[in-house]
């Protein structure tokens, strides 16, 4: 069975993929078929995401996903754990749910102890896209941010109100043009700062609307304030552990979904 956007009236024969960061970007490049998939990146802006989710949506793609890396709102989650999402909550209140049957796709390639919303899976880093295919993923609802969530107590606030697992600034954005479309939805997400990690003052500016780094920039704000090249450290190593689990688990998960949708 073939699921295509409401919008298609030829035959559709790619995902659309919508990442924040060009090296979101080439993770999910280097894990997936590039000639089943068309990426997107959207600069960390949900509005962006949702025009490159609607272009997606009437040039025939099956399915929707956005993928890159999350900020963790659950304790229990570390760099590099990977989330896949039932449900996105937005800032305006609305409530985008994972197509069901993307997640159905999905299940064969997950790991035992994934798929338990309602604890905090155990996380096993042998299983996230081992020799085996299978994947270790936390199957729960994420929290789509139009503003940073730079602070810890932020973090707490959205996992103790809202009971999402993690955060992140495009995927309600795709969500709501995909659900305008009438296009499957999901999205995947690794987690880079932990809920107990602040992000550094020196890195709220440092996305271009590209998607680039403004690396330049933004060492030279730390370089001004020397105690903030230690949590800028941080977060790379953790963004780097998050790309990892992406070119890792992307592969066995986007062969499942190739198959149930005949691309």
């Given at each position: 069975m073939k699921t295509m956007c409401a919008s298609d009236t030829n035959s559709s024969n790619f995902?659309?993929?919508?990442?924040?960061?060009?090296?979101?970007?080439?993770?999910?490049?280097?894990?997936?078929?590039?000639?089943k998939i068309r990426i997107g990146v959207s600069g960390a802006n949900a509005a962006r995401a949702e025009d490159i989710a609607?272009?997606?949506?009437?040039e025939g793609a099956s399915?929707?996903?956005?993928?890159?890396?999350?900020?963790?709102?659950?304790?229990?989650?570390?760099?590099?754990?990977?989330?896949?999402?039932?449900?996105i909550?937005?800032?305006?209140?609305?409530?985008?749910a994972g197509d069901r049957y993307l997640l159905g796709c999905l299940n064969p390639a997950l790991s035992r102890e994934s798929g338990n919303p309602g604890r905090s899976a155990k996380m096993d880093p042998r299983l996230r896209g081992d020799e085996r295919g299978k994947v270790e993923a936390r199957?729960?609802?994420?929290?789509?941010?139009d503003?940073?969530?730079?602070?810890?107590?932020?973090?707490?606030?959205?996992?103790?109100?809202?009971?999402?697992?993690?955060?992140?600034?495009?995927?309600?954005?795709?969500?709501?043009a995909a659900a305008r479309a009438g296009a499957p939805f999901l999205a995947i997400r690794a987690i880079a700062d932990p809920a107990d990690r602040a992000l550094p003052p020196a890195a709220?500016?440092?996305?271009?609307?590209d998607g680039s780094v403004r690396a330049l920039a933004t060492v030279g704000a730390a370089l001004r304030d020397p105690k903030q090249l230690w949590a800028l450290r941080e977060l790379g190593q953790d963004s780097a552990a998050a790309a990892k689990t992406l070119r890792r688990s992307?592969?066995?998960?986007?062969?499942?979904?190739?198959?149930?949708l005949d691309l």
């Open positions: 995902i659309g993929v919508i990442c924040g960061l060009k090296s979101e970007a080439q993770a999910v490049a280097a894990g997936v078929d590039k000639s609607r272009d997606f949506c009437n399915a929707i996903f956005s993928i890159g890396f999350s900020g963790g709102l659950d304790p229990a989650l570390r760099p590099g754990d990977l989330v896949i999402g039932e449900t909550i937005a800032d305006d209140g609305s409530v985008y199957l729960a609802a994420l929290f789509g941010a503003e940073i969530v730079d602070s810890t107590l932020k973090k707490s606030a959205l996992f103790q109100n809202h009971g999402a697992v993690a955060v992140d600034m495009e995927s309600h954005g795709a969500a709501r709220l500016n440092a996305v271009a609307p992307l592969g066995p998960l986007f062969s499942r979904l190739f198959l149930s």
